[in-house]
């Protein structure tokens, strides 16, 4: 049987090929005989562009039904999808470009100048651009494609997808997920999370990570399900489609500015049966909020790029505040101490985690790789966590200094050093506090050095505005005099939080 990611979701697709699967905001549905010719189209657009199995396809683009036909054309022409966040700045597409050498980039119509340049001076063949209307060359050469078209035999362990994940030191990192990979989470999730006939899922995530893309795309694709396809998160929107949804996935900000609606109440969402909050931790307050104001009880998950969903309050017995539940069937989790023992519930230790879900490693990294595996075959996530007497999950904090932002990863280092080449720093430290909305907001701590008795907080933030994406920019920025340092003079972060936070 073919493996081939794309295979299995179409297996379960509607037997009626005019069942709606995608629903946009101007009223227009997409059929799922339409998802399938359009997927085609795109897939015969790649192999006419010489992208053979295995080459990467690269698109930083805007939430579009082209874009989804995109990634799934992909697959079909058994390509390796690469998708980039728009928010990323020049410096980052090209290096992204750089270290994993596509063979066609595509990207919005207003960058396609700065695309052709980074294209040309990575050495990657093609550029297409695809605006968030459907304009662009990549839509147009699709269309003259045939609308059939035979989906590439894939084995399980062939790639599917490299997703850009930020560390704590070094560059971003690929991680490499199969066939295999994608598909095991998907069967579990779409089981365990109890999709049926009838569901729709209001789709307002981006598609660039692995929470729009794979999880909520997914879960519909293997339940034929219809979605509400909206470009971007609108908390009014979102209580305005509730009354024909009955699935919503969204990051813990999300919540938070729902609960900002008065129209949020038990009669605004009656239709729906399930929310799922994952990508940061959600806090407590907004969880016993939520559900006194519609007597709905999130549903807490975990999980990373490396490997979709690890674990998962259960949908019908108690979902735990505080907790993210418990393992993913076919997923083994962890919590280990030192030597890699594993540890009593109760205890804080690693958490660390085996399936096949989890990916086979990063992307020509394979000292990294090696380092993040243990000998039995476990992935250390970098998250602390423990396990209490029933077994659920809880997530402490993480090992390393990793920030989590709007359901987004922010990488500290990366913004040091683009405030530490400002004039008139001598030092910073980037931390994440608590935040209401955002789950963690990225904050600077500043020393200023002799010249710069004139830096300013909105001088900081306005001089990297243009530098790095936005949600890498601070919220915050405080000033120092020194930043604490243990005796091997290394940063104590956690005394800068405890500082700030108050």
Sequence with gaps: ????????????????????????????????????????????????????PGDRVAAQVEK???????????????????????AYQRGEVEYFLGDARPGLFVCRPEKLEEAQELAWAARVPLVHDLGERGEGSLAAKAAEMPEIFATAESAGSDLAAILYTSGTT??????????????????????????????????????????????????????????????????????????DATVFMGVPTYYARLLQEKGLTREAVAHMRLFISGSAPLLPETFDEFRARTGQVLLERYGMTEGGMFTSNPPEAERRVGTVGFPLPGTEVRVVGEGDAPLPAGEIGHIQVRG???????????????????????????????????????????????????????????????????????????????????????????????????????????????????FKVPKAVHFADDLPR?????????????????
Excluded at 171 to 189: D, I, P, Q, W
Excluded at 399 to 425: F, M, R, S
């Design 1 to 52: 049987m073919n493996e081939n990611l794309y295979a299995l979701l179409a297996r379960a697709f509607p037997t009626d090929p005019d069942a709606p699967c995608l629903i946009l905001p101007d009223g227009r549905r997409v059929s799922y005989g339409e998802l399938e010719s359009q997927s085609a189209r795109y897939a015969g657009l790649l192999v006419a562009a010489g992208i053979k």
């Design 64 to 86: 579009s039904p082209e874009a989804l036909y995109l990634y799934l054309g992909c697959l079909r022409a058994g390509g390796v999808f690469l998708p980039l966040n728009p």
């Design 170 to 243: 070094g560059r971003s990192k690929g991680a490499m997920l199969t066939h295999r990979n994608l598909a095991a989470n998907a069967l579990v999730l779409h089981q365990y999370w109890g999709f049926r006939p009838g569901d729709v899922l209001l789709h307002m995530l981006p598609i660039f990570h692995v929470h729009g893309l794979f999880v909520a795309t997914h879960c519909a694709l293997l339940n034929g399900s219809p979605m509400l396809f909206e470009p971007k998160f609108d908390p009014q929107r979102a209580l305005q489609l509730m009354r």
């Design 356 to 470: 096949d879900n989890v990916f086979v490693g990063y992307w020509q990294m394979p000292e990294k790789t090696r380092e993040e595996f243990t000998p039995d075959g476990f992935f250390r996530t970098g998250d602390m966590g423990r396990f209490d007497a029933d077994g659920y999950l809880a997530i402490i904090g993480r090992d390393k200094d990793l920030i989590i932002t709007g359901g987004l990863n922010v990488y500290p280092k990366e913004i040091e050093e683009a405030i530490d080449a400002l004039p008139g720093v001598a030092e910073s430290a980037v931390i994440g506090l608590p935040h209401l909305d955002f789950g963690e907001a990225v904050t600077a701590v500043v020393v200023r050095g002799r010249e710069g008795a004139g830096l300013s907080a909105e001088g900081i933030i306005a001089a990297l505005k243009g530098q790095i994406a936005g």
């Design 486 to 502: 243990n005796a091997m003079g290394k940063v104590q972060k956690n005394l800068l939080r405890q500082r700030f936070a108050r």
